[in-house]
Each structure stands twice: as C-alpha cells, then as structure tokens.
C-alpha cells in the first residue's frame, strides 16, 4: 500500500510546528497521486499524544522507545524504518532540522533511496518527485528530479502552508524492532540561554538588523524597536558573525526562515542569501541609506536614510496609531 508518510518528532504531547507544515506539503502530493497521507510521530518523552493539534492524516504512527528520549542517528533511522515498513509510503518527507541533517541520509543510504534536503517547493512529474531547493549559497534555485519506489525530502521549516490541525486521526502504536544502541550516549542537556525575546521563526513581527548598524554598540536601536513593537529580534549573518549577537538570530539561507506579518529590515543590503530566509514574510519595509541597494527589490515599503533617524521615528508613529 503506497501513501505519503510525513515524519516528525513529539514533545509534551505536541508535534513541532514543522509537522503541520510536513502535512501541507503532503497532502498536496496525497491530492495529485490519490494516495493516502500517513504521519508519524517519534516521542521524545512520556506525555500523552494532544489530539487537538495533530494534522489531518489518515493513520498516525506513534514510535515510544527509551532509547529516542535523547537524539541518536541509530535509533532515529531504526524508528523511521519501522514507520516506513508499516505504511510503505511512495514518498517520505521530514522537516529539515539538525538532527534530520546527521540521521535522514544515513536513512536514505540504508534504504538506496533518493533524497534531496532543504527543499522550498515540490512538484510531481509524472514517476518523479520535483524537488527546488537553493544552491551555490542560494544564488540559484536546483530542481532535482527523485525517482525510485521511495522517495526522500527534508523540507525547509517556515516555508511550506501548515496544515490545519484536525482531532481525529487514527492513532496506532507502533513498537521498534531491533531498535540500534546509540553509539553516543547523553551524558547531560544544557539548554540553550534564552533570547529573552519573541520566538523568531513563529513571530509576526520581526526587526532585522543587517552590517548598517554600525556594531554592536548601536545593537539597542533595533532591541528597542523590536521591544516597542512587540517583535522578534533578527539580524543578517555578518552581524552574528562580528559577534554583535548570537547566531541564533541570523534570518537567511546559514540561518532561520521566518514566516511575519511584517519584517522590518534594517541596514541590510539585501543578499540573496538573506533574501531565501524572508521568502515568507508578507510585508517587508527597508531602511537602507543606500537608494541603490537590493532589499528595496525585495520591499513592499522602503525608506532611503540614516536608519537611527528613520528607525525611531517610524517606531514612534507606529506607537501613536496604536494608541
Ligand atoms: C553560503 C553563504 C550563506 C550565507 N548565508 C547568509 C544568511 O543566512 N543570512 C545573511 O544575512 N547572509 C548570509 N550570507 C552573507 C550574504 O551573502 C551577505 O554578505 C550578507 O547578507 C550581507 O549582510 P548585510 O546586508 O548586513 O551587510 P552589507 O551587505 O554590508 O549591507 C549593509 C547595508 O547597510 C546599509 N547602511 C549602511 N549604513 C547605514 C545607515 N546608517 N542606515 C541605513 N542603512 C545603512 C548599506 O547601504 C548596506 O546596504 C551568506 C553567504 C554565503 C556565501
């Protein structure tokens, strides 16, 4: 029985964000080769599975296992193999994240099956699967073309419709066989210091800072207007690389997608590379000293000036139509 299996992780009886999004993006292809979509969940602890915010698949996989608790490529690839062997999809797709980087190609090899990761759009062609992804550091779209009984797709997180969450999927516990000891063992978790602010990939507003800025002593013009609007903080990779912030606030290709109402980019000359992480974002004002620069391409509403004038004053007008 051939289907589309979607593969995703499960906390505190959640699945991540990306799952939804995994299941937009499947039940496209399930629509356009009438096959079934079919999800599968990897527990990483013990809470029980929250029905209201499962996609709408027809079969859920649940995988529980000691040994998925803490992330280990083995047991990763032995409980996506059970779920393939249960539903022996056409095609499977993942989010791709860190950890599906290490496991999902050792997954793929085991199986000789095709993949491509850190897809932005699939398409069908006739027995293959289409898969756009960037390369040459974002410059040029790829299309691949993935043929073969199984499929494989990792697809970029922030860029794909999220499916609507619905309460009513047939959810079957699904035990690993032959589960793989994980040849790393977990000694500890730290995690990571928090950004104090809004969660950049799901934030509807988010302030971006780009080289323009002029280092890290001027960083509080963009954390104050990220404050004042309630937004997320984000920055462009030469920003994080000059060590101004963590690089856990790049937006781009090295960095994260975001999906906001409005991105506010400032001092960001509007590099392809940033430009693939706003692909999403609905509304995109520039502030760039530069009348010439490439962001106002890319903007729905620009202002050419010194951002530490232009910065404070639109945040102020913001505020006043807000009140
Ligand atoms: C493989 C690869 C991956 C990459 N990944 C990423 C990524 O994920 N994210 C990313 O951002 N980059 C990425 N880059 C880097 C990217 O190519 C650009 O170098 C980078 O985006 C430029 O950052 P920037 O716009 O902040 O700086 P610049 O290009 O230096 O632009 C600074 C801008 O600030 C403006 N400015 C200067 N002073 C002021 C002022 N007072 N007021 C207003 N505007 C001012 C200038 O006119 C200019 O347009 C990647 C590159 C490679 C090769």
């Not at 079919?38 to 029980?48: C, F, K, Q």
């Not at 856990?248 to 506010?264: F, K, W």
């Not at 106002?296 to 139509?321: C, H, N």
């Amino acid at each position: 029985m051939a289907g589309i299996l979607i593969v995703g992780d499960l906390a505190a009886g959640r699945p991540g964000s990306e799952f939804l999004e995994l299941a937009g993006a499947g039940a496209a292809l399930a629509q356009a080769t009438g096959e079934p979509l079919i999800g599968a969940l990897i527990a990483r602890d013990n809470a029980a599975v929250r029905q209201d915010c499962l996609p709408p698949v027809q079969r859920l996989y649940l995988i529980r296992d000691s040994e998925l608790r803490h992330y280990g490529a083995a047991a990763f690839v032995a409980a996506a193999r059970s779920a393939l062997g249960a539903s022996s999809p056409s095609i499977a797709l993942f989010a791709h994240t860190l950890e599906t980087r290490d496991w999902v190609p050792q997954l793929a090899a085991a199986l000789d099956a095709g993949l491509v990761m850190d897809c932005v759009a699939l398409s069908l062609d006739g027995d293959a699967l289409i898969a756009t992804k960037p390369v040459y550091g974002g410059s040029v779209w790829g299309e691949f073309a993935i043929r073969g009984t199984l499929r494989l797709a990792t697809l970029r997180p922030g860029v794909f419709t999220p499916a609507t969450p619905s309460d009513k999927p047939e959810v079957m516990q699904l035990t690993v066989e032959h589960i793989a000891v994980n040849a790393v063992t977990m000694i500890d978790e730290v995690a990571a210091a928090a950004s104090g602010g809004v969660n950049l990939k799901n934030a509807k507003v988010v302030v971006s800072g780009g080289r323009g800025v002029g280092g890290a002593k001027n960083w509080h013009y963009i954390e104050g207007a990220a404050s004042a609007l309630r937004a997320a903080v984000g920055c462009s990779r030469p920003v994080a690389d000059s060590g101004w912030v963590s690089s856990a606030y790049t937006v781009g290709l090295s960095g994260s997608s975001v999906t906001p109402d409005l991105y506010i980019a400032v001092g960001i000359s509007g590099a392809v590379q940033h430009l693939a992480g706003i692909s999403a974002a609905r509304t995109v004002v520039a502030i760039n000293s530069d009348a010439d620069a490439e962001i106002f391409a890319r903007a729905d509403l620009g202002v050419v000036g010194d951002y530490k004038e232009v910065l404070p004053a639109f945040v102020k007008r913001i505020e006043q139509l807000k009140s």
